[in-house]
T-cell receptor
Framework: KAGVTQTPRYLIKTRGQQVTLSCSPI?????VSWYQQTPGQGLQFLFE???????NKGNFPGRFSGRQFSNSRSEMNVSTLELGDSALYLC????????????FGSGTRLTVV | GDSVTQMEGPVTLSEEAFLTINCTYT??????LFWYVQYPGEGLQLLLK?????DKGSNKGFEATYRKETTSFHLEKGSVQVSDSAVYFC???????????FGTGTRLKVLA
């Protein structure tokens, strides 16, 4: 079966711009989570969506937002980009409880210049 | 709150050496426990899991046993290969809050 698909794979943006990243989960997975990964901070949880509702949220500023559509696809948006937003953004999908584990996408590498 | 603590890396081993990466957790309930692996330039991949005390997860020669009494889930492999070089993450899934907690990751480097 198809894996978790994240688009685009690479992105270069200028400070102050906004960006939208997309994630298509594995068929049947209704939970989608987003993570930011940087060398300095490691893997940090952004938010998790289930059935179009945000169920959990990490400690990120309001510039980071997300949503989930009825087909479980998810998008995350970062507004007013800062240099420190440069990171690998990972999406993971799972069955609702997460007890079977996550399936991760390959990530979107965002560079802010 | 729930947390996962992993040993600091990097861990450098020679090929065919024995590997242990320590992981301990704190949780109020009875979480499921996981190990993930991340190869350069890729996302994380589920390596193995255990859902209850005394369960042993295994995959590709890696093993980890869910030890409730010591709140640990240490990753082991009897003979590592150069291809095992990657970053390994320990994680727990809290069934009550649906929160997923990752450790900071441990980089493994295996030398030929």
């Amino acid at each position: 079966k198809a894996g978790v698909t994240q688009t685009p794979r690479y992105l270069i943006k200028t400070r102050g711009q906004q960006v939208t990243l997309s994630c298509s989960p594995i068929s049947g997975h209704r939970s989608v989570s987003w993570y930011q990964q940087t060398p300095g901070q490691g893997l940090q949880f952004l938010f998790e969506y289930f059935s179009e509702t945000q169920r959990n949220k990490g400690n990120f500023p309001g510039r980071f937002s997300g949503r989930q559509f009825s087909n479980s696809r998810s998008e995350m948006n970062v507004s007013t980009l800062e240099l420190g937003d440069s990171a690998l953004y990972l999406c993971a999908s799972s069955f609702p409880g997460g007890e079977a584990g996550y399936t991760f996408g390959s990530g979107t590498r965002l560079t802010v210049v | 709150g729930d947390s996962v603590t992993q040993m600091e890396g990097p861990v450098t081993l020679s090929e065919e050496a024995f590997l242990t990466i320590n992981c301990t957790y704190t949780a109020t309930g009875y979480p499921s426990l996981f190990w993930y692996v991340q190869y350069p330039g890729e996302g994380l991949q589920l390596l193995l899991k255990a859902t209850k005390a005394d369960d042993k997860g295994s995959n590709k020669g890696f093993e980890a046993t869910y030890r409730k009494e010591t709140t640990s889930f240490h990753l082991e492999k009897g003979s590592v290969q150069v291809s095992d070089s990657a970053v390994y993450f320990c994680a727990l899934s809290d069934q009550g809050t649906y929160k997923y907690i990752f450790g900071t990751g441990t980089r493994l480097k295996v030398l030929a």
